[in-house]
């Protein structure tokens, strides 16, 4: 159902890549809500991924970026201004990767340089985007920036490895610049911590689909989805939350608050019972 949220606006959408991505269900709905989009991906991702699908769906244009390049970043914020015909109203950063994950190096052995490019691509950006659309006075009064993170910025979680690190800066940058661009601009930066999603990103992290079982169950409200995601997201590009800024906002059914769930407690307890080797 559409409740026409974002008539009129228009925004940037980084790091849709296939239907599994977040990015992706965000542009959707948003353009179901009004809102006229413009989709960006690597040169790489836009190669092997579907993002022209999205883009015709959507009727949307796509501007391809490498997000570490000031240069590509540029090119897409003087794009979209003259695509747009001025000013944009959101901007979705839905961008991480630690090549450390991928290979299977854990937090006790990474590569550095691998490490560098984690925080680059995942954090860095995120500011080099904010950093631009800055300069250029590219955003309108009361418009919104996102960036999707995970509660593994506050809390140790097996296997998440060096992008917990990444995001947590992420969640630094959106502080620190929303108070900078708040003050000046009226433009809000937040962060969504989402619910562990199975993304094609997020399926590469070692132990994922434990993980998302553990969540599911410790979870009162469940797992938040990544069309929930979306839902969200757009509450949050929309004029309904013109006063939130500088946010982490946990989208997670609940779980960034739970400290034992009854099913763990039971759980936990019945082991206890049958432990035979006792202390």
Known sequence: MSYNLLKGKKGIIFGALNELSIAWKVAERAREEGAEIILTNTPAAI?????????????????????????DLENVVVSALKHFGGKFDFILHSIGMSLNVRKGLTYDNLNYEYYKKTIDISALSFHKILQTCYKHDAINQWGSVLG???????????????????????????????????????????????????????????????????????????????????????????????????????????????????KAMHVYSKNLENDTDGD
């Open 148 to 262: 999707l993170s995970y509660i593994a910025a506050q809390r140790t979680l097996y296997g998440y490895n060096d992008m917990a690190d990444a995001k947590a800066i992420l969640e630094s940058i959106a502080r620190s610049f929303g108070y900078i661009y708040g003050r000046e601009k009226k433009v809000r930066v937040n962060t969504i911590s989402q619910s562990p999603t199975p993304t094609t990103a997020g399926s590469g992290v070692k132990g994922f689909g434990g993980l998302m079982d553990f969540t599911e169950r410790m979870s009162p409200l469940g797992n938040a989805s990544a069309d929930e995601c979306a839902d969200y997201c757009v509450t949050l590009f929309s004029d309904l939350t013109r006063k939130i800024t500088m946010q982490n906002l946990f989208h997670d059914g609940g779980f960034s608050n739970i400290g034992m769930s009854a």
């Open 47 to 71: 190669r092997f991924g579907q993002i022209d699908e999205l883009a015709a769906k959507t009727n949307s244009i796509v501007i391809p970026a490498d997000a570490t390049k000031e240069a």
